[in-house]
DNA sequence: ATGGTGACGCACT
DNA sequence: AAGTGCGCCACCA
């Protein structure tokens, strides 16, 4: 009986870059894409949803470099509703409130009533 | 291959 | 509620 891989990572570590960014990369963005306006979630569930329990840091790391269009990073906030980083937190702010939040210096209010649920 | 980095999470204070 | 310390993880140079 061949040993089993310890984790599935393993599998991709020799797979070239377009390969790369068809595994974590892509799915982080997909799950953002996919929270509904006046939701949000936490980095910790876009780990979840993208097959990485225990990554919301590297998700992060992630939305920090990954700058691209139609992605509402915004909806994507921090344990507990606080606000997490953004390139420009006033920004962030800004566009959740505009999406009926109550937003205040460093908090969502009411977090776990407009959390996503997931798809 | 190896170590540094950071838009995190959580226990504590 | 807000700040601090430490552990975790995938990405990048």
Redesign the pocket.
């Given at each position: 009986m061949p040993p089993a891989p310890k984790?599935e990572?393993d599998a991709g570590?020799a797979a070239p870059?377009r390969e790369?960014e068809g595994?974590?990369?892509r799915r982080v963005l997909t799950a953002v894409t996919r929270i509904p306006p006046g939701r949000v979630a936490?980095?910790?569930?876009i780990?979840v949803l993208a097959g990485?329990p225990?990554?919301?840091?590297?998700?992060?790391?992630?939305?920090?470099?990954?700058?691209r269009p139609g992605v509402p990073?915004?909806r994507?906030?921090?344990?507990?509703g606080?606000l997490?980083?953004?390139?420009n937190l006033g920004t962030?702010r800004a566009l959740l409130a505009a999406e009926g939040h109550r937003v205040?210096?460093?908090?969502v209010?009411r977090f776990e009533q407009v959390r996503w649920p997931g798809p």
């Open positions: 984790r990572r570590l870059k790369r595994g974590f990369v936490t980095y910790g569930d780990a990485r225990g990554a919301a840091r590297a998700v992060g790391n992630i939305m920090a470099r990954a700058s990073y915004h994507v906030i921090a344990a507990g606080a997490g980083g953004y390139s962030k205040t210096r460093t908090r209010q």
